[in-house]
């Protein structure tokens, strides 16, 4: 016997039920990055494996292990499904080209692929909105994308996201903390688990980020990267939190964030919910000017930053915030010889007057297109018998409401359903 082929482990199918959400999420989000004037870039779901080592770096988490690569079959070249999204971007940036003549404001969003553990929160295929404004160096960008993004949990009703923030400093700094934290930790060398044993002389930074609870204590008392940073990297750092206050947003440094991924530098920030357990973080970002250097560009400084869509969406859940009515105007039922050829053109004239309609294809008595057309989410049935058909007329009754159904020409019958797509009952 054949066993049912299901999807792949962490990577879910978003179904019609669901979609409402997704849909209502995507257009607050495409209005809100439009406010701000950033435009819209679409990149492939495949890179060569070699562009995300250059710019992700080749021991981070997210290279070792957790990308999905395979060589082309036909001529061996290395290809990775995106992780991310920062990197193809500068990619498409550089071979186009798009800094030439100014800095760019830009935004993509769309399937990522990591080879994670699935669990709550967490998916082999995830989506994000990433956000990268290139050729800005100065804090006034750091704190726009900060101030933006509150304003995002404002338009979405989401009142209780947390900001994190701290600075890297430059590359410079980062090596001064790195030589300090390894001896450290060397020191401490007893207390470490596996993970952060092995990371010890790779990516130590990110032994601060270890979520097992019994490291918590060495990672809170370890070296502060604050005290490494250099006048410039902290009067940057003032700039953005100055912005910060001026606009009333709340946010908390926190020492131990360093981010997974090497790009980083100066700002980093991670928009954080306590209603999600483990997998908190809903948002995180910061400054990468020496990214687009690395990639093969012409410098430029940029800083940019992630959302997880399914995280989000959780939240959104939680907080039950109301989804928007069903688009459909209306389901047409029609029985008889003569009622459903003049069905289709009524269904048609609908269409064309702008309404959204379900024209009941299949056989079926009235009762049973009736059942249909109130499990359809209709704002209303319209009714079409042979009586209808002979008079060139329509019927409408209400599927939300108790009212009578009501018989006339097909032309009050759009502006009553228009009527009530514009007033909502
Ligand atoms: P985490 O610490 O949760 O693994 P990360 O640092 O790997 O996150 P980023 O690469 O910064 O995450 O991605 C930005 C955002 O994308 C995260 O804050 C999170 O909301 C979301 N995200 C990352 N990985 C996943 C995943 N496997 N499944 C669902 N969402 C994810
Ligand atoms: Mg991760």
């Not at 981010?259 to 306590?274: A, H, I, Q």
Request: charged residues 25%; hydrophobic residues 40%; glycine residues 8%.
């Amino acid at each position: 016997m054949n066993s049912t082929i299901q999807a792949i482990r962490g990577m879910n199918d978003i179904l019609p039920e669901q979609i409402q959400r997704w849909q209502q999420f995507e257009s607050v989000v495409r209005d809100w990055l439009t406010a701000y004037g950033y435009r819209e870039i679409r990149t492939p779901i495949l890179e060569q494996t070699s562009l995300f080592k250059r710019a992700i770096g080749e021991v981070t988490d997210i290279v070792e292990k957790e990308m999905y690569s395979f060589a082309d079959a036909l001529n061996g070249e290395q290809l990775s499904l995106r992780p991310e999204g920062t990197a193809s971007c500068v990619r498409a940036v550089i071979q186009h080209n798009l800094l030439y003549q100014s800095p760019q404001r830009l935004w993509y969003a769309g399937p990522m692929f990591r080879h994670e553990r699935p669990q709550k929160g967490r998916y082999r295929q995830f989506h994000q909105v990433g956000v990268e404004s290139l050729g800005y160096a100065d804090a006034d960008m750091d704190a726009e994308h900060i101030v933006m993004t509150a304003d995002l949990w404002r338009r979405l009703g989401l009142p209780d996201i947390d900001l994190e923030l701290n600075s890297l400093g430059d590359g410079a700094a980062r090596a001064r903390y790195r030589a300090r934290l390894v001896g450290y930790l060397e020191d401490n060398l007893d207390q470490l688990d596996e993970e952060a044993k092995r990371r010890l002389h790779t990516n130590p930074l990110r032994i601060l980020d270890t979520k097992n609870p019994a490291m918590q204590a060495l990672a809170d008392a370890a070296p502060k990267l604050a005290d490494d940073l250099d006048d410039a990297a902290l009067a940057h750092f003032e700039s953005v939190q100055s912005l910060l206050r001026a606009h009333q947003i709340r946010y908390r440094i926190n020492p131990r964030l360093v981010r997974g991924l090497d790009y980083y530098n100066y700002t980093v920030f991670e928009w954080v919910s306590d209603q999600l357990g483990a997998q908190g973080t809903v948002c995180a970002g910061g400054r990468y000017d020496t990214l687009i250097e690395q990639i093969g560009g012409k410098p430029a400084p940029a800083c940019g930053y992630a959302m997880g869509v399914e995280r989000l969406l959780a939240l959104l859940e939680i907080a039950d915030a109301p989804l928007p009515a069903s688009p459909l105007d209306a389901y047409i039922v029609h029985r008889g010889d003569l009622a459903t050829p003049y069905a289709w053109q009524v269904a048609h004239t609908l269409r064309l007057a702008g309404l959204n309609i379900i024209l009941h294809c299949g056989d079926g008595s009235f009762k049973t297109q009736m059942k249909r057309a109130d499990a359809s989410g209709a704002a209303f049935a319209c009714i079409i018998g042979d009586e209808e058909a002979a008079m060139n007329t329509i019927s409408l009754k209400s599927l939300r409401m108790s009212a009578e159904q009501t018989q006339c020409t097909r032309e009050q019958g759009i502006a009553l359903l228009q009527s009530r797509k514009q007033h909502g009952f």
